[in-house]
Nanobody, 123 residues
Framework: QVQLMESGGGSVQSGGSLRLSCEAR????????VGWFRQAPGKERVGVAA???????TYADSVKGRFTLSRDSKKNTVSLQMNRLKPDDTSMYYC?????????????????WGQGTQVTVSS
């Protein structure tokens, strides 16, 4: 089993920054991809960014140039640095991990999910 622990959400003003972290615990050798998704009230959950075991990263067009993924393999942690935040970035953010992920922004491809962390950006 794998457990994902998220941290780092909060409230910032437009233009500010936040850093989200996702720590994996358990049988982490099963994980080949880690993704970040977000879901605003009344909207679908959408993929934001993903990183594979080989380090390949993918970003949604809406966050390219503003969000950056990084990982610390020794700490089994993937972080999402979010800069130049906009009110539209306000959402619950979820970390997800999967063993065999073909479509990095398809939530059903991920077996493990964190509890979510709220990000609120005020104008």
């Amino acid at each position: 089993q794998v457990q994902l622990m998220e941290s780092g959400g909060g409230s910032v003003q437009s233009g500010g920054s936040l850093r989200l972290s996702c720590e994996a615990r358990g049988i982490t050798s099963r994980i080949n991809s880690v993704g970040w998704f977000r879901q605003a009230p009344g909207k679908e959950r959408v993929g934001v960014a993903a990183i594979d075991r080989d380090g390949m990263t993918t970003y949604a067009d809406s966050v390219k140039g503003r969000f950056t993924l990084s990982r610390d393999s020794k700490k089994n942690t993937v972080s999402l640095q979010m800069n130049r935040l906009k009110p539209d970035d306000t959402s619950m953010y979820y970390c997800a991990a999967g063993s065999y992920v073909a479509d990095r922004f398809l939530s059903s491809e991920y077996e493990y999910w964190g509890q979510g962390t709220q990000v609120t950006v005020s104008s």
